[in-house]
């Protein structure tokens, strides 16, 4: 070994580790906390009327007004507003954990794809809602089409080289394109709010999307937790991976069906053309800084959190949508990040 | 002596283009066997059928006395690819967690016990990177990383190391320290399947040779091949042959 070895550079960053460590651990506890208060909240909201859970609600709503008076606000006492908080904070936990793996394996492109398959599923949940009266959710619909579309997008990636972009990129625009036309015949049905869908929008939650994304986000985290070992020896070597005998194409579908979960929960307040910047942005700017891949994920739930809860902030506080404003604070911790690494962005996606 | 690799008749093609075509060989437990061939000789591709990675078209192909496509004991076999060595990719793995890796085989589904730890510890130790458990493996030298990926087989206790061209990127002083390790570890009982571009390494340190160029030309010890016409003839004469003597 000659000249600069990389071996013993960074001896002195040793001592604060403890406290780094420390912080980030009460970082992902306050999440933790807050994403079980937002749960509540959805639950809560859905037993009112039941006897115990009502005066607890009520409880909820006159702590909401409270706040209000407190921050000289008009947001806190509407439901509304807790579900889209809610549905944001559940999205800021589940959308960086998935994309931990999604960023690293190189597949940031599958996540816009499923987004745009979902945005034809939210279109053909409004013609058979429209048509045949039926009273189904379109978020249900437009999760089965995500499914289905991670299914799809599973079968080419094993079909073609590595994850070849191209029937990736035809996929993605295509299923757009399917979207537009089916809304475009459906036009004049309903009034259903598609700008919303497409951008972001606060009011876009119901009660309903939010009690979906509560289950949605247990079944990601589930998901995760059991399979952390395997999705991480994938994406970090997959051929050893087979070698090892795991079922790799299972995880490669487990994982890419995680993200369809995600998408949809997410589109609600991201909106479909910026809901893969809450799996990648958060994963960017962990992986400048982390020390390990475990401190990856604790990092990019921390970010992701703190994305959620400033764009919001900037959303309610100057009346913009929503997605926007939680994908520029994403970015704005990313670039944050960049210079607290010292200025060495690191190339995610080299390829080879 | 048992067989850990039985091939027998194996062709395999992609498309039209044969890669490898009718190779029977047998891998005898505690062999050190150098696979080499030009470039595009299709000895990745074979390593790959060895290890179940690609199936044969004809021919068959037994791991460790079982059909390769029925083999579930993944734990016996540390695998180090080339892509692995290369890898420029920045995603941040430590080295104690590219070692755990190694113990995920065992553990299944359920949580790392303090055993698995203690092998993890242990292989860090055994391959000499102790001091570097706690970094990245992407800011390890070539020679660290291959390190480590040893390590993350010898967690696993692999008794069947496969290793594809290791030392690409890895310079001479590193590369010499690494092939004495493999050397020790096979003294220790590890039977060693490397592909190595550098057929001087490959005779150092190699008692079989597994010579192709899609077909096998030679397949036996050491001495022989050194004796044989093999490697001329496998090279043919537009071939370059790598032979560096150390």
Redesign the interface.
Known sequence: ??GE?????DDRSRPDRGLRRTAELAGVGITALVAAWMLGFVLLYWAQDLPVAGDLYAAFRSFGRGMDVALGTNVFRHPIMWQSMAVGVLVGVVAPLVGSFLV?REMALIGETLAHTAFAGVAIGILVTSSTGWNGSLLLVALVVGILGALVVQWLTERTEAYGDVPIAIMLSGSFAVGTLIISYGDGLTGVNIQGYLFGNLAVVTPEGARLMGALSLIVVAGVA?AY??L??I???E????????NVTGYNTLLVVLTAIVVVGAMQVLGVILVAAMLVVPVAAA?QI???????MYLAVIFGQLSVIGGFAVSIGLGLPSGGSIVVTAIAIYLASIVGSGFSV???S?H? | MTAIVDLDGVTFSYGDTVAVSDVSLTVEEGDFLGLVGPNGSGKTTLLHLM???HEPDEGSIELFGRPVDE?????R?G???Q??T?????????VR??VT?GR??H?G?GR?SAADRAAVADAIETVGIG??A???VS???G??KQRA?IA?ALA?DADLL?LDEPTVGV?A??RDAFYALLDELNDDGITVILIEHDIGVVTDRANRIACINTELYHHGDTESFVESDALAEAYGTTGQVVHHHH
Do not use: W
């Open positions: 070994m000659s070895t990389p071996a013993n550079a690293h059991l070992k395997q991480l020896f994406t970090f070597d051929q050893a991976a087979r070698v090892a005998q795991l992986s982390a020390r390990s891949f475990r401190e990856t690191k190339a995610i080299a080879g | 290890l179940g990675l083999f579930d004991d993944g734990g076999i695998y180090v690819s892509k692995a290369s890898r420029g990719g920045a995603m941040p793995v430590t967690e590219c890796m995920f085989a553990a589904r790392l001091d570097l706690d970094r990245l800011e390890l030298s020679g660290q990926y993350r696993s496969a310079d002083e590193s």
